[in-house]
């Protein structure tokens, strides 16, 4: 195995770089929102994989390059990984330099968790939907540097180097990141699957389950659904500018494709150090500076924020616990605030070192799907979720990531996400409910945190 590094030109707006990839299926952008925010450092792009992966419900198909199909029952993660094989040594400082790429969607964990089935199925999107890369171009902001970089596991990858390298070196910072993309038009109105009186029921009933000591929180979500036309990257470039996250990213399929600009980080693992970044708690922003610094300052010192946040500080503590070294987990920051294009967040950071012998997809899994998004106790919690909510999640609260061949790993919530399927665009919406927790005030924060999307459409709260 050869392993290959070459610098290209940098590339400030690395979506100038993504879109003549952008149409192929299996084209995916990991985007750090440069250069609209610098609260991320690097931008990951791949395409071709040469393994794809596609899960419905117990069954995985795999593909490979060359057409060759197989279908499993195996449990996906583990499929992943042993696609993967042994860690290979990290041989540069790039973050990502091959290995799988692609989504964990939140109904995965129907095989990890059993929990009823209730709500409609209607998005027919894969449940997790990877592919196996054998080269990436990243850009690290920091530096000011664009790297083409591959491991040689597919044989082709480095007969097609020169080839990749002209692809990526004549998309320079000259034009736009829009040009000869397709318009992109919204066709319906908004369609929401809770109106006042279903969310009101909704949140009543897991003040109920509270009391009653089923659970200490529940996370309730809202789901949106407009009709559109034309070239869904045309919709995430617009996106981008509207509401720049550290942890966006847009990844085409042949069934459709997904739109996220999350702030939040799931889990990372790098040389073995696991981190997590858990979101509990929101304000708007506001465009008055004395009013913005008044609505942080709030949530700050927001006892309930505050509580909300802990409750999944120790979910993720025990979650992330069963993959890491006895002793090695802490929370060296607790209720940090960080700002966002359109709302403030409390934000903590929980730390491990990974055990001997676990693998990140064994983290991953053992922690899927995200404390943050589901509430407490979890699984409790997720079976209120299938009784509450009339539609699944789909994608909304899974997760985004890469996995490397050298073991390393980082991944996203994906919140402030949306599935592009079948001439129509999904997203969500939703907050973590307790038993201080008021139904006003929670069904407010839902359209806080959807504002950027509702903007993409020009659509107003309902």
Known sequence: MTFKLTELPYCRDSSLLFTPLAKEHWSIFLDSGYPYID?????????????????????????????????????????????????????????????????????????????PEISEHDIAMPDMAIGIYDWAVVTDHQQRRTWLTGYGKDEKTFDEWDELLDLFQTNTESGTSTSGADDFEVCSGLQVNMDNEFYARAFNKIKHYIREGDCYQVNLAQRFTVDVTGDPWTAYLKLRRLNPAPYSSFFKIPEGSVLSTSPERFLKVDNGLVESKPIKGTRRRSSDVYEDRALSEDLLESKKDRAENLMIVDLLRNDIGKSCRTGSVSVPRLFALESFARVHHLVSTIIGQLAVNTHALDLLRGCFPGGSITGAPKLRAMEIIEELEPHRRSIYCGSMAYIGFDGNMDSNITIRTLVHHKGRMYFWAGGGIVMDSRLDAEYQECFDKASALLALFELEKP
Request: proline fraction near 4%; hydrophobic fraction near 40%; avoid cysteine.
């Open 39 to 115: 609260l991320g450092r690097y931008d990951i792009i791949a395409a071709r994989p040469y393994i794809m992966l596609k899960t419905f419900a117990d069954e995985t198909e795999i593909v490979y390059a060359n057409g060759k199909k197989e279908h499993s029952s195996d449990d996906p993660f583990s499929l992943v990984k042993t696609l993967l094989g042994e860690n290979q040594n990290k041989l540069s400082t790039v973050p990502f330099a091959g290995g799988a790429l692609g989504y964990f969607a939140y109904d995965l964990g129907r095989g990890i968790e059993k929990i």
